[in-house]
């Protein structure tokens, strides 16, 4: 796949289906769910999955030492992990995970962080790839003959609770919450225990699930993306940091940011879950403030 020239961070069923059998294209699942939901994404990948694609446990490739969960790893950790599991530095990865377009954004952007360029998203997930009726396999994966993989943290695609907390004083970065409005505004509780409800002071809200089309369960076209961040007050012209539960949806933001060709946007790795649960930082209920520099 010819990627110097392209822009989008999204393919087709289409283009997919043509390359499975391409040595260099490693598909990845990445399917997670919120623990309320009660399923095995791993279960369910030997139950059904698109041909030759391996299973990517947004839990496991993670830094273990941390009370939060699925934080970023060590580069030496993500490189070995992400080899073991038969993806090397050349190839081209396309990430999908089982409720069109969930939870296969983070990894997408956990490969961007650690220096991966050529990795993209499928459109519509497996949900899409079954509706059109394209070949599944089951069972378990096959294994893969490990790959060198060379990583590289880029620390522009990432914040701390150190940064979000000095942009409380500067203003200098939009942030904008994936979660739900409800969730935002404080009025309806957190899906985890012990977190506070509400939402980092001054941020914006635009939920994840506004970027989706309803009918193909994935990315809206570039135009109708950005229409949707102007009604949620961004201002794609200032720097933007994405936030969200767990640092999961957050990602969907960055793709939505990238495919309107705007690449490079930083997502808050322990979002809400590590804001909620601390008392030793502000928290906001309410709908966002209006014209607010946050």
Known sequence: MDTAARRDP?????????????????????????????????????????????????????DRTSDLPHMLPSPSEFAAMVGALGIGSADTVVVYDALG?????????MFRVF????????????????????????????????????????????RSLTDIRA????????????RA?????????????????????????????DLLDPKTKGLRPAEELANRFAAAGVDLDR?????????VTACVLALAMDRMGKPGTAVYDGSWTEWGG??????????????EKA
Request: hydrophobic fraction near 40%; glycine fraction near 10%; proline fraction near 10%.
């Open 167 to 178: 942009n409380l004083e500067t203003g200098a970065e939009q942030v904008v919450d994936a």
């Open 10 to 62: 999204v393919v087709s069923t289409e283009w997919l289906e043509a390359h499975l059998n391409d040595p260099a294209v490693r598909i990845v699942d990445a399917s997670w769910h919120m623990p309320d939901a009660r399923r095995d994404p791993a279960a369910e990948f030997e139950s059904v999955r698109i041909p030759g694609a391996v299973f990517f446990d947004i839990d496991s490739i993670a």
């Open 278 to 291: 601390r008392e030793d930082v502000p928290v906001e209920t309410g709908s966002a403030r209006s014209g």
């Open 101 to 109: 377009l969930f939870t296969a954004p983070r990894a997408w952007w």
């Open 239 to 247: 720097p933007i940091v994405t936030s969200c539960g767990s640092g």
């Open 115 to 158: 220096g991966h360029k050529d990795v993209f998203v499928l459109d519509g997930g497996l949900p899409r790839w079954q509706a059109e009726g394209r070949q599944t396999e089951s069972g378990p994966a096959p294994t893969h003959e490990p790959r060198p993989f060379r990583a590289s943290f880029d620390p522009t695609l990432v």
């Open 181 to 209: 409005a409800g969730r935002f505004d404080g009025t309806v509780p957190e899906p985890r225990a012990g977190l506070r409800s509400g939402h980092i002071p001054g941020a914006l809200n635009l939920p994840f699930t």
